[in-house]
């Protein structure tokens, strides 16, 4: 398989939230030594990814990831990596309705599987504004730091 069509088997995982969550294509897919990141969670291997994607699909109701873009970051040598855009909505207990945009960089490994995946979004306008009480305590920070006109 090549790198083209790993990463869209890998981000499948992600974008189908209905879909199975079998072990033998999360070792298909997945490097020994996987790491994962975004502003909530850092794990490493195949069993903690199998459990944060398991989480995410009793958590979040109505979970809906679409890519909006892919691009292949050429470097001159080095791993593969991937840079994608993609757009999150879902629903979860206590904050409601989930909607931000993010960044993925995903890096390939050696042995053509993914190795890394770390995800940049901004967790206080994507979450934690979301919050009872903390999300109107953000607001109003936010309304005092603004600069006069």
Known sequence: M?????????LELFVNSQGEL?????????????????????????????????????EVKQANFAIEYRQRLVADAGPVRWLVKWHFT???????????????EIE??????????IDYWDAAAGFYAR????????GLAGRAAKLPD
């Open 90 to 104: 879902g629903q979860v207990a206590v904050v409601g309705r989930l909607d931000f945009v993010g960044l993925s």
């Open 22 to 58: 079998s072990e033998s294509l999360i070792n298909e897919l997945v490097a020994d030594d996987y790491r994962f990141a975004d502003p909530f969670n850092s794990i490493c291997g195949r069993k903690a990814l199998a459990a944060l994607l398991a989480k995410t699909r009793r």
């Open 108 to 117: 390939i490994a050696g042995d053509g599987r993914v190795a890394s995946h």
């Open 131 to 138: 919050v009872p009480l903390l999300g109107t305590l953000i």
């Open 2 to 10: 090549d790198a083209n069509q790993l990463l869209e088997r890998y």
